[in-house]
């Protein structure tokens, strides 16, 4: 543990009161929280002699102004010369050239660090230096190091006038004088079996690589760390919640569940749709508290999976909790919910943000007294005020807008309940052993037979016209079309088309003889609704939309969706966009439109024409956006890793893993003397969690 008095951050040289107070709103308040962040990247110190082995590599130099020439025009850059007593080379700075005139002299002392480039067909290599740095003669001992790291922090510092190598200095002050104090953050047991350096090396190897090999070294020591602390959170909580004998044990299953599929469901399920049930039944009649993921891609049928579920809870005298993460999508799943439970005779109410005081008391009177069975709802259904009578199983939709926190305050309002989350966005590996690693998971993995593969295709502004052509001759053949716009109005710089003003260009012109309607975020949810309705009983032939319509809404007779500006949209998002068409018997089409395309952007959306499986769309996605992106900023709060990459650290979360589940195993309660030091990181860690070790 931290010996009593930590050293402060405002202590170390070259800080002071002003900046210490940004860092610590930047969570910064101590030396050795200073050890955490991660460099951005690293400089390569180097003569000038040996910069053509550094060419597009980030590279630091020291040198004596030889000469400078200031160009007449303005936007051009003012050229000086460099000499290291290896060579010269000619830096380009950009800025003010008045202000270069005055700020460099001939034979000054400067740093500059940057690209090194090469243009084609010169034999000259250049120092671009979009961003050049002054530092006084005393901070060349900065040259000492082969490698010199950069930190990106931001917020209040940097009106402190903080420069990016000014950070380094202070970094490297602060693990000169109190790195000494760094302690172990594992077990010597788990540092040996997983080949990583101490925990302090690490640090220091980190700030003072002496080659790209010693930084990946220390990085997979400290990302394994990270890693670790989590799997750790997820094999307590597995190890708690499945050693409880006091789930409820659902053993009846009445007549509900026969008049369900005999009568109300038009279909037969899948396989994979009845393989599913079976594993979930399983669960829900053991005695132990159910915590189930439910995998399947959209338009796969998890509601019906889920309805089959709250029915065994009901037949056993339960009430149910079904989440979702919009009003929309709450109030749909209400219609076609109530359309199978009303039938059956059971009530079912739905509880939302914007509903009028009076009316929520009613309901919340009823789901209290248990006269209720039914909940749906969005976040209003986690607050305080909502009581159940006997709340035993939960349905989490879309479960990746949500929290591990937010399921963990559902749960609290029954007496251990089954829990079974669904999510239609599959999901990497690396992700879901990080975000549902004390999930057991099922997957649906077959579409009901009906459905035909949607056609997708990428198309350009010029061919505009025949898309616009192609809409009209569907929806004179009686189906209705989406068409999709990233932003809502025309506030953002961009020349991003918007939904409204295309809404009026659309429904006025182009289709002035059709009947289009529009929905965005921004509307009030029963206005939206009311559209949707329009569109859902064939009022209307287009509908204008944002990204509202990404989760859940369903409408079969809508077969065509034209995506505008593409390549402002994840992959796996168009995949959920996608996949709001497909869902009738008739052929559906997905149109990409997107312009100016780099080859990056095409080749991603490309993945969108080959192929329909959520999996691999989201494998590439993620690998392309990174983690954080692909998975949306609600979540990422759970995601904050420094030094752990999910894209490519599948190795390191699987051994990770591996030792955390073994270590829980073995000792519980982490009471073992060489484990003490993982007992203390973890309480200070995951403070919501350590009740987890005492319980275990
Ligand atoms: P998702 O997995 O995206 O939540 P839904 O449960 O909303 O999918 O199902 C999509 C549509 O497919 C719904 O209209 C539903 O009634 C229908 N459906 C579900 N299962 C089947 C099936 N086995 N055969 C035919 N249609 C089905
Ligand atoms: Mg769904």
Redesign the pocket.
């Known amino acids: 543990m931290h010996k009593s008095k930590k050293a402060e951050i405002a202590y170390i040289k070259g800080v002071g009161p002003k900046r210490a107070e940004a860092f610590e709103k930047l969570g910064l308040k101590y030396a050795d929280d200073l050890f955490s962040v991660y460099p951005r990247d690293y400089l390569i110190n180097s003569k000038i002699r040996s910069l053509v082995n550094y060419i597009d590599k980030n590279v630091l130099i020291s040198g004596e102004i030889i000469e400078k020439y200031i160009p007449r025009w303005p936007n051009h850059p003012t050229k000086i010369a460099v000499y290291d007593g290896s060579a010269s080379i000619e830096c380009l700075v950009w800025g003010n050239t008045y202000y270069r005139d005055k700020q460099f002299k001939e034979g000054d002392k400067y740093l500059f660090w940057g690209k090194v480039s090469k243009k084609p067909f010169e034999s000259n290599i250049q120092f671009d230096l979009r961003d050049h740095k002054k530092f006084e003669p005393g901070d060349e001992d900065l040259l000492k190091y082969p490698l010199i790291p950069v930190y990106i922090l931001s917020g209040e510092l940097k009106k402190t006038w903080i420069r990016p190598l000014n950070l380094t200095k202070i970094i490297f002050n602060a693990l000169k004088n109190h790195s000494g104090e760094l302690g172990e953050l594992l077990s010597r047991k788990i540092i040996t079996e997983n080949n990583l350096m101490e925990h302090r090396l690490a640090v220091l190897r980190t700030h003072y690589p002496h080659s790209d090999e010693e930084i990946e070294q220390a990085r997979q020591t400290l990302a394994f760390e990270e890693l670790f602390y989590l799997q750790l959170a997820m094999a307590l909580k597995r190890r708690s919640i499945s050693d409880e004998e006091s789930g409820i044990s659902f053993e009846k299953v009445g007549e509900n569940i026969g008049r369900m599929f005999n009568e109300l469901?038009?279909?037969?399920?899948?396989n994979a749709?009845k393989r599913v049930i079976k594993e979930i039944r399983s669960d829900m009649r053991s005695k132990k508290p159910m915590n189930r993921l439910l995998q399947?891609?959209?338009?796969?049928?998890?509601?019906?999976?889920?309805v089959f579920c709250m029915l065994i809870a009901i037949e056993n005298g339960y009430q149910c909790a079904f989440m979702a993460p919009t009003e929309i999508l709450a109030e749909q799943h209400m219609k076609?919910l109530s359309n199978y439970f009303e039938s059956l005779g059971i009530k079912i109410d739905i509880l939302t943000g914007g509903q009028k005081k009076k009316l929520r008391e009613g309901i919340l009177a009823d789901i209290k007294s248990g006269k209720t069975n039914v909940v749906i709802g969005t976040h209003a259904l986690i607050q305080d005020k909502v009581e159940f009578n006997s709340l035993g199983f939960i349905v989490i939709?879309e479960q990746h807008k949500f929290g591990v926190m937010q399921r963990a305050r559902l749960r609290a309002k029954g007496l251990n309940p089954d829990v079974l989350v669904?999510t239609?966005t599959p999901i990497p590996r690396t992700l879901s052993l990080t975000i549902y690693g004390d999930l057991d998971v099922s997957v649906?993995n077959e579409l009901?037979?009906?459905?035909k593969s949607i056609k997708t295709a990428i198309r350009k502004e010029e061919d505009r016209l025949k898309v616009y052509t192609f809409i009209r001759k569907e929806v004179s053949n009686g189906r209705q079309a989406y068409i999709v716009y990233p932003i809502i109005d025309d506030s953002e710089k961009l020349d991003l088309k918007s939904a409204v003003l295309h809404y009026e260009i659309l429904s006025k012109e182009i289709y002035n003889d059709l009947k289009v309607g529009l929905i965005h975020g921004r509307m009030p949810w029963n206005e939206i609704d009311n559209t949707i309705e329009l569109f859902k009983n064939g009022k209307l032939d287009i509908l204008v939309s944002t990204t509202v319509i990404e989760v859940?809404i369903?409408i079969?007779n809508a077969s065509i969706m034209l995506v505008e500006e593409a390549q402002r949209f994840g992959l796996s998002q168009l995949h959920q966009l996608r996949?709001r068409v497909g869902?009738g018997a008739e052929q559906s089409f997905c149109i990409l439109m997107a312009d100016k395309l780099s080859n990056l952007s095409t080749q991603r959306l490309k993945i969108l024409e080959e192929s329909t499986d959520g999996f691999v769309i989201a494998e590439t996605d993620m690998k392309l956006r990174g983690p954080g992106e692909f998975f949306g900023t609600r979540q990422s709060g759970e995601l904050k890793f420094t030094a752990a990459d999910l894209a490519k650290d599948i190795v390191l979360v699987e051994k990770a893993r591996e030792s955390a589940f073994r270590l829980v195993e073995a000792d519980p309660q982490l009471r073992e003397k060489d484990n003490t030091v993982i007992r203390d990181h973890f309480g200070m860690y995951y403070k919501e969690s350590v009740n987890l070790i005492k319980a275990g």
């Open positions: 469901l038009g279909f037969e399920l899948t749709q399947g891609d959209v338009g796969s049928g998890k509601t019906i999976v889920a076609t939709d669904m239609a649906i009901p037979k009906n459905r859940g369903d079969p996949g869902r």
